[in-house]
């Protein structure tokens, strides 16, 4: 039931405070991670583990994205990550003590399930899931799993799924990391801000009127550029992917160190360019690469905190975000672009929760 709300993609957008907070429940305390909650093999399957390979498609894959910058800066572990189609259709060099992880949201996708059956018979030291439905092909597969608390997504355009998918992977991440050294001060530091993320996208929800307002700029577009640096580079291409989907309108997501090596030559002012860029380390160098696009009479969206010190001008729309934690600011980040990609398509007439050609969930190659 969509109950309020005109779409259950917009339900769904707007349910991402509460089911954040209950893929967190009962797995982390104020302060840390609790790792009998991932089971009680946890503890002895991460233990030696010393390269993580993760597998997933579309969003999920995005999510595995997310989750390797995570994977290398906290756990100090190598990690790969493939979209499932490829990786089942090639010979792989399999590392020693490998942790092959699959995300899914609806744990039947074909490619995915392909590659874990390949996985395992290859001889990979365990295989994680991290899924949202219960009994599943995918969860009833693998060694240990880590259930995302979304609930049932019904928009073919996943959401919750992606942002709840993030939570479960990082909530793993500091389990791994604290077995490679990770110290308590900086686990707790991160558990802390975990926990300040369902107010924050809270406070992001409340932009939507602005969001909206900015989401007619795109209606007459029919290409888009979507940028972000580091872990916000996924963010980006999720982003991306959320409105190529909905609204029909083509859009490519780059790192933003990208943009002279190529898709420069694609800005001019047919070509709207979004950034996600939060005030981390990577601030400084993604303003230069907006001055790039503003110089070429590129229209330039960014999301960003106030700390970043982006200043609307002529042609640059700034929708200011709250403060966050570099480690947490990939799943906020991820809220803005939702709703853009939702108020275009909204504005655009697409059939939003079933846009056409696409399936939820894909279990045929
Ligand atoms: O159920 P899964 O997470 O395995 O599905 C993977 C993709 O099919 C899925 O994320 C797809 O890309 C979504 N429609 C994205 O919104």
């Known amino acids: 039931d969509k109950g309020e709300y005109r779409h259950y993609m917009l339900k769904e957008i707007h349910e991402q405070p509460r089911v954040i907070k209950a893929t967190m429940e009962g797995r982390v305390t104020a302060s840390r991670v609790l790792e009998q909650a991932l089971g009680t093999e946890a503890g002895d399957l991460l233990k030696d583990v010393r390269h993580v390979q993760i597998i997933a498609c579309g969003t999920s894959y995005h999510a595995g994205m997310v989750a390797r910058y995570w994977i290398e800066d906290l756990a100090d572990i190598p990690c790969s990550v493939e979209v499932a189609s490829e990786f089942r259709y090639r010979k792989h060099v399999i590392q020693q003590d490998t942790l092959f992880l699959c995300i899914s949201q ?99 929800l409340a932009l939507e009127g602005e969001i909206a307002e900015i989401s007619k700029r795109f209606m007459d577009k029919n290409h888009s550029l979507f940028l972000g640096r580091g872990s916000q580079f996924p963010v980006a291409m999720e982003g ?38 939060p005030n981390n380390s990577m601030a400084e160098k993604l303003k230069s690469n907006l001055e790039e696009v503003r110089a070429r009479g590129g229209e330039l969206f960014v999301f960003a905190d106030s700390s970043a010190n982006i200043k609307p001008e002529e042609n640059i729309h700034v929708v200011q975000l709250p403060e966050v934690h570099e480690i947490t600011a990939p799943i906020v980040y991820t809220v803005p672009l939702q709703l853009l990609s939702y108020h275009v398509a909204v504005l655009k007439g697409t059939d939003v929760d079933q846009p056409r050609n696409l399936a939820k969930s894909v279990t045929v190659e």
């Open 106 to 204: 609806s744990g039947e996708t074909a490619d995915t399930l392909a590659a874990l059956r390949q996985a395992k018979k290859a001889g990979f030291r365990a295989a994680l899931a991290i899924c949202n439905v219960p009994g599943s092909s995918l969860v009833r597969e693998s060694d240990l799993v880590i259930m995302t608390q979304a609930g049932p997504e019904i928009g073919v355009a996943s959401t919750k799924a992606f942002t709840t998918q993030l939570v479960a992977l990082l909530i793993f991440t500091l389990a791994l990391a604290r077995k490679n050294g990770l110290s308590e001060e900086r686990e707790t530091e991160i558990v802390q801000a975990l926990h300040l993320v369902p107010g924050q996208v809270n406070d992001v």
């Open 240 to 277: 991306a992917l959320k409105l190529k989907e909905i609204s029909y309108i083509h859009a490519e997501a780059y790192p933003a160190g990208e943009l002279k090596h190529g898709p420069l030559a694609l800005v001019d002012s047919e070509m709207p360019v979004i950034t996600v860029a």
